[in-house]
């Protein structure tokens, strides 16, 4: 079975605070995608990687970074977390190409106080 | 730049009656995706199509790309509670192909 897994379900940080998203997947994807989802805005490109240590920016990238070090883990890093970061944060994996379906986890839901 | 815009936003349907979704984009996609995200959970991918005036069944849902592969529908015949959720279109965007941009979602609701 195919499986994405984002590291926490739930976070809740302060303003200011340095905030590590960690994505893992398990089936050897060259693709992995940052998204976040807020109401009626749909999903949101941050970030999106194509290979090991490749990035491109996505709609929103600032106030935001990422890493790459393995193929199988991408990381989005909130450098100073700040309240309008609250949102809900989607990691995605798709194989080899410019074509095909995303695999979604579960999502990190991160409230900013 | 671009967008993919999809309406309506909200859609509330008595079961059994029908619902359609649209995707509209500004500029031609090589291909569409559809994704579909039960309440609380992740978006599943559903269906991409490629070609244009291309349509696809899947069971009660019919999918189809426009002949200017600018436009995209989802139609669902007789809505089951089961359907409820929030259903994306989703293309590759212009300024790099390999990044995929989301609509905005319409959220079904079925009221049983």
């Known amino acids: 079975d195919v499986k994405v897994t984002q590291s926490s379900r739930y976070l809740v940080k302060r303003t200011g605070e340095k905030v590590f998203l960690e994505c893992v997947q398990d089936?050897?994807?060259?693709?992995m995608f940052w998204y976040r989802q807020d109401p009626g805005l749909g999903l949101r490109l941050i970030y999106f990687?194509?290979?090991?240590?490749?990035?491109e920016k996505g709609d929103i990238p600032e106030g935001y970074s990422v890493s790459r070090e393995k193929k199988e883990r991408f990381s989005l890093i909130l450098e100073s977390a700040s309240t309008n970061q609250t949102s809900m944060y989607l990691c995605?994996?798709?194989?080899?190409?410019?074509?095909?379906?995303?695999?979604f986890g579960e999502g990190s839901r991160l409230t900013v106080l | 730049g671009q967008q993919v815009m999809q309406i309506p936003q909200y859609q509330h349907v008595q079961e059994g009656e029908d619902f359609t979704t649209y995707c509209n984009s500004s500029?031609?996609?090589?291909?569409i995706q559809w994704y579909k995200q039960r309440p609380g959970g992740h978006p599943v991918f559903l269906i991409q199509?490629?070609?244009?005036?291309e349509v696809k069944k899947q069971k009660r849902l019919t999918f189809q790309f426009g002949e200017a592969k600018k436009n995209s529908s989802l139609h669902i015949t007789a809505t089951q509670t089961t359907d409820v959720g929030t259903y994306f279109c989703?293309?590759?965007?212009?300024?790099?192909?390999?990044?995929?941009?989301f609509g905005s979602g319409t959220q079904l609701t079925v009221l049983p």
């Open positions: 990687s194509y290979d090991v240590k490749m990035k």
């Open positions: 500029t031609t996609l090589s291909n």
């Open positions: 089936m050897d994807h060259e693709n």
């Open positions: 995605a994996s798709r194989g080899q190409g410019y074509t095909g379906e995303l695999f």
């Open positions: 989703a293309g590759p965007y212009s300024g790099s192909a390999r990044q995929l941009t």
């Open positions: 199509l490629v070609k244009s005036g």
